[in-house]
Structure formats: C-alpha cells, structure tokens
C-alpha cells in the first residue's frame, strides 16, 4: 500500500530547552486506521500539529501522501480533515449553515446534505448549534471535517465524554471513511476504542514512540494472553512471607509472564490461567492468608500500557 503519513526523527523543543517530541518516526499506510496513545504531555497533540501543517518542527522530515508542507501546502489542506478534541462552532448559526460554511473553503467539498445524513443530523439541520446535545455537537464537529472530501481525517479525543450509544454512532461513521479508502490517525483516552477501530497503533512517552504494532500483537508481547488479578489478606501465620517474599511467591507460579502490583490488587499476566489459579490459591494457603479477591480476564491495551509507561492511560 501507498504511504499516507511518514514523519522521520521529529524533534519539537519550546524556548531550546523543553523536549516535547524527541526523535519521532512512524508511517501510516493509505486506509488504515492508526491511533497515537499516550499520557497527557506524551507529545501527542505536538506531534499531530505537526502532521497537520499547524506547527512547525525543530528538525525532522514530514510527509503527507508524498508531499511536504514547504511545496505545497495549499493542496495538501484540501486532503486533510481535521475534528479537534474540543471544536468551539457559533452557537447562533444552524447546522446546515455550519457545515455550509466548512465547505466553503475548499474547492471540491462534499454534499452537505450527504454528510448530514451520514452523521444522522438530518432532522437538526434547521436547529441552532448552541441547542444541541452533547453527541450532537461532536458529530456535527465530525461533519465540518469530512465536508471537506478529505483523504485523511485526524481525529483528536473524538468520543470523550459521549455516552455509549453516541461513541458507536461515531465508530461506525470512522468505519464507513475507512471502507471508502479513507486514511484515519486517532488519538482516543479509551482503550476498548483502539482496539476496535485501530489497524496498527503506537504508544508514545515523553516524545517518543515506545511501542508499534496492532493491538493483537502488542498484547502478545505481554507474554500472557489472560490476567489473573486478585487481593489477599494480611498473613495470620508467625514468619509468612512479607509482601516483598509474596511478590517473588506469585511470580514463581506456573505459566505466570509478569506480575504487577496497584492499589493492593496483585494483577498476573498468564498464558494458561488453569495452571496458574490452583497453584495460586495453594500458595495463598501456604502464606496463612486469605482470599479476599479474584477474577480473570483476557490481556488487554490497558496492561501493555500499565506495562510500559508505569501508569494508566485515563487518570485522574
């Protein structure tokens, strides 16, 4: 396949001494969907500025569908749909007057009434945008960057704070651009999303990409494809093992990959948790503690992440 996206040892330092992007490379291919995971303050939201022509790197190359933005930056625009985290539209003009005026400024737009459609907003056409429902108004930011007839949509945070229903609404419309032949690069706070929608992902930390592939393949690299995760009381026996000594005891329990330690919950990753559950609960005996916890789950991105980073993707 043709490549979309390639940046190549992007750097981006602020007042020549803040570090926001260090050296950062990736490719998209044409009609895939990528997403950029990573803690706020990652270089996440730089390093698409930069994809997106709005901000200029330190050093490093960038190129979209072939070209860079010092040739022609005007056309490449016309390419690129852009749906930001937060998309500020005045409150006293309609929907079909916001998305008319997007699709204003390009050369070859959409049918807006095909793209209302497609966003099921149909029925708000005539409503002021300031009347609309939270799901509304992120679809209708969704409208104005695919109005446009863009061959890449870069979608910032693109469900956050919508409910369940309305973030499958939007699924499905990212899906539909995709079938079309349609390149996406997705940031998204929701692991189960990258899993759904994304073809490949990298996960960036402190301007770098720390790991890249598809989320089957990260989660393989776990080397446990289940998570054992369970709690335990304090020992009732004279000279059990401290919790430094339990740490080693359920590492040392057959099929176990990697254990790790949050919030009083042990959590295993595991390839056969039928070996794994009988050993544990005899080594819990053993120790003179009690169960108190206990549940098992597939390996999922939010493991690699913890497993990488140190921390988790949402924090509060």
């Not at 690129?80 to 204003?104: C, D, M, N, P, Y």
């Not at 229903?165 to 539909?176: C, D, H, K, T």
């Not at 393989?220 to 000594?245: C, I, M």
Request: with cysteine.
């Amino acid at each position: 396949m043709a490549v979309a996206i390639q940046c190549r040892d992007l750097r981006k330092t602020y007042d020549g001494k803040v570090e926001a992007v260090r050296g950062l490379s990736l490719e998209i291919q044409t009609g895939e969907c990528f997403g950029l995971l990573g803690p706020n303050g990652a270089g996440k939201t730089t390093t698409i500025e930069i994809l997106e022509g709005l901000l200029e790197p330190t050093s490093g190359e960038v190129s979209i569908l072939g070209h860079s933005w010092h040739e022609n930056a005007r056309e490449m625009r016309e390419w690129l749909g852009i749906s930001l985290q937060e998309t500020r539209l005045s409150e006293k003009l309609t929907v079909r007057e916001t998305v008319e005026l997007f699709a204003s400024f390009y050369r070859e737009p959409r049918s807006c009434d095909e793209v209302l459609e497609q966003l099921q907003l149909t029925e708000k056409a005539d409503a002021w945008v300031g009347k609309l429902s939270g799901g509304q108004r992120q679809r209708l930011a969704v409208a104005t960057a695919l109005v446009c007839n863009p061959k890449i949509l870069f979608l910032d945070e693109p469900t956050t704070g919508l409910d369940p229903q309305s973030r499958r609404q939007l699924w499905e419309i990212v899906r539909a651009f995709q079938r079309d032949g349609g390149t996406v690069l997705l940031t998204t706070h929701y692991m189960d999303e990258a899993e759904r929608l994304c073809d490949k992902l990298a996960i960036v930390d402190h301007g770098q990409i720390i790991a890249e592939g598809s989320p089957s393949s990260l989660i393989a690299r776990l080397g446990g494809h289940h998570v054992v995760e369970f709690a335990v009381g304090v020992p009732t026996k004279t000279g059990s093992n401290s919790d430094g000594g339990a740490l080693e005891a359920w590492r040392a329990l057959p099929s176990v990959e990697s254990v790790r330690e949050e919030d009083g919950m042990v959590a295993l990753s595991v390839k056969e948790p039928h070996l794994t559950i009988p050993a544990l609960l005899d080594a819990v005996g053993k120790q003179g503690r009690a169960l108190q916890h206990l549940t098992t789950r597939q390996a999922s991105l939010e493991d690699v992440f913890v497993r990488l980073t140190g921390r988790h993707l949402r924090e509060d």
